[in-house]
């Protein structure tokens, strides 16, 4: 019975996957190498964020903010519900930084002396054995594991910037190349900066933030619905919205349908367009279970870790979740299904 339920889930997956997906990103994605996620981020900020030299009001407005977190008010909810200054904001934007730079950048050591670290990077190959010139990715993380994923199976990719040590905002178009995936960072990425002048650049490895330079990297909470009116947002969001709503199939990897603004394009497309889905995820969130549960669309595949090296399958061609045995939840696993 498992090995016909299988053979139906993989046929499925093919089918899926052969109309070329969008690839969408989330925390769970990066959390599968070692990244920070909310709630070790809060606990960050918490013991690393100075106020001392800070108004009486920006500092009452820390410590509301950090009783909240001690209350376990997850880290957005408690960045919307308590404005913060620019300059505490600032602050927050820095701390963020420092923390996921450097754990950023020891994947990227890691990846210099193991050429297979990257699922994504064989799963981008592989899809580019088809007629498709473009493939793209879509993600609110910082980090930039997807741009080292392409480089370990050497293709290039465009993030919003022209390539080198000091990138300049440039369009998808402006290297001629056969073929190219376009990485769209909704909520910015570890190597956008901005200077006093407002000039936007991008920066290639670097290991402290420059003097007089300002992270671009949009923090949760109320400042996130800020910030993406501005630019490089504005036009990443922008570009990844035509994405989005020219697609037919999308493949989330660690995606808890958490983003608001993703998580309604995508669940609109399935609804109204006929889209497919496939969801691979550690655990699936009760946001994600919800959207199945809605019959929002008739056409998902979604699959999750169950224990003892199990995988929990929910199909729209199945009456109930089924457990069967093997790692499909992530994306190395999940690439068995397909290949």
Known sequence: MSEEILNKISKQ?????????????????????????????????MANVDVVDLHDNEQTSWQSFCEKLQADIDLETALHDTPLSPELTGRVVSE????????????????????????????????????????????????????????????H????????????????????????????KVHGSLGWF??????????????EIPNDLTPLIVTPGIEKYRS???????????????????????????????????????????ANNGASVIIITYELTEATKEFIATESTDKYLAIEFAQDNKSKIYSSLLDAPVE???????????????M
């Open 228 to 270: 993406t009116h501005k630019e490089p947002y504005k036009t990443i969001i922008h570009e990844s919205d035509d994405v989005m709503d020219g697609a037919t199939a999308y493949l989330c990897v660690g995606f808890g349908f958490n983003d608001e603004h993703i998580q309604t394009k995508l669940v609109n497309r399935c």
């Open 194 to 207: 901005t200077n006093s002048n407002g000039v936007i650049t991008s920066l290639s490895n670097i290991n």
């Open 96 to 155: 963020t930084w420092n923390l996921l730079a450097p754990e950023d950048f020891k994947v990227f050591e890691e990846s210099l002396n193991n050429p297979s670290l990257f699922p994504l990077g064989k799963l981008l190959k592989h899809m580019f054995r088809s007629t498709a010139k473009e493939l793209n990715i879509i993600t609110p993380n910082y980090d930039r594991l997807a741009e080292y994923a392409c480089e370990q199976e050497n293709i």
């Open 13 to 45: 997956a093919q089918d899926y996957y052969k109309n070329t997906p969008v690839i969408i990103l989330g925390s769970g994605a990066s959390a599968a190498f070692g990244m920070s996620g909310m709630w070790k981020l809060a606990q960050h900020l």
């Open 157 to 184: 990719h465009y993030s919003g910037f022209s390539h080198g040590y000091r990138g300049y905002s440039a369009k998808k178009d402006y290297l001629s190349c056969s073929r190219q995936v376009n990485i769209w």
């Open 324 to 338: 069967v045995e093997g790692d499909f939840w992530s994306l190395k696993g999940f690439m068995n299904l397909i």
